[in-house]
């Protein structure tokens, strides 16, 4: 992960990361093969700076996790979830620009 501000979510810690988090949670959910997903890859890391002490911003690979993607419905990937108080705020599937989610995140951010 090259962004230090990026948390890798897992099966494991989804609970305590993004479900139990104080601030809003961006969750990409991502896979290593595809390709919308790593033209995503900027527009998290940019997020996840813009946002620091804001909102958490981070990504789950479906592959490695398939509980949390099964839990949350994704069948397609990218699928970008904000999660505000442990519930879903907000979801998006496929590409979309930074200032969609800048939006999002900006409405549950306060």
């Not at 104080?22 to 997903?37: R, S």
């Not at 900027?42 to 099964?70: C, H, M, Q, Y």
């Not at 998006?92 to 989610?101: A, E, I, M, R």
């Amino acid at each position: 992960m090259a962004n230090a501000n990026v948390t890798q979510f897992t099966d494991a810690n989804f609970q305590a990361e993004v479900l139990q988090s104080d601030l809003p949670v961006l969750v990409d959910f991502w896979a290593e093969w595809c390709m919308p997903c790593k033209m995503l890859s900027p527009t998290i890391d940019a997020l996840a700076d813009e946002f620091k002490g804001r909102a958490k911003i981070g990504k789950v690979d479906t592959d490695s996790n398939r509980e949390t993607a099964v839990k949350y419905g994704i069948s397609a990937i990218p699928t970008v979830i904000i999660f505000k108080n442990g519930e879903v705020a907000k979801k998006f599937v496929g590409l979309q620009s930074k200032n969609d989610f800048a939006a999002a995140l900006d409405s549950l951010a306060k």
